[in-house]
């Protein structure tokens, strides 16, 4: 086969990995990201990072777990990107769509429960900042998977997740009068660590979604 037989083949394949056709097949693909997200609500990974103890300069005698700190991670962030690195902007963002209507209005796939009456939890904004995050990060992806843009994509789409996030807790917590020390040791708990965990498992995540788009289509 020459090369210029080759090359329009090759297009094509690009061209169809760039994004998901809307079909029976899609419709099914973007019920099983929505899935993945429940499932990710309530799914909690245990991961191990090193710590300076405070009693590290005091005398005090430590051992190897003194330096060692376990957080419990929750993975809605890394599959949020995915998803949108996998479905694109626009089917992404009706998965995400699907999934708070369905916390909403049908059934409990919220951390802390469901219900119209969720909007007025602290951790709401973070659930509504998907949609921005994938239309963002789909839309930088939508040139290609490079490097750079992968790069892009994850510090654009976690930091809008988490500005969002925050913003929204804020503005929750100055209508119910919540204290500063309250509202201080929320954003840490929430978009401290938390933020250096999920953009490098996001990163990760694009990763997956990109060769999951080749196979994909190469089966398909």
Known sequence: MTNNTAAPKIRVVKKQIEGIRLSFGSLLLILCCTFLLILATFTQFNVTHFILPSGLFSGEQLGVQDFLHTYKLI???PVVMFIGAFLGRKFGITSVLLYILLGLFVIPVFALGGGPKYIF???FGYILA??????FAGS?????FSNRNILHAVL?????IHIIGILYMLFIAGLKHDGWTFMS????SQSGAKIIYDLVFSFAAVFIAKYAKIILWFFM
């Open 75 to 77: 993975p809605q962030v």
């Open 121 to 123: 939890e602290y951790s």
């Open 130 to 135: 998907y949609i921005p995050a994938i239309f």
């Open 140 to 144: 930088i992806l939508k040139s290609g």
């Open 156 to 160: 654009v789409g976690v930091l809008t």
């Open 185 to 188: 040791g929320w954003i840490c």
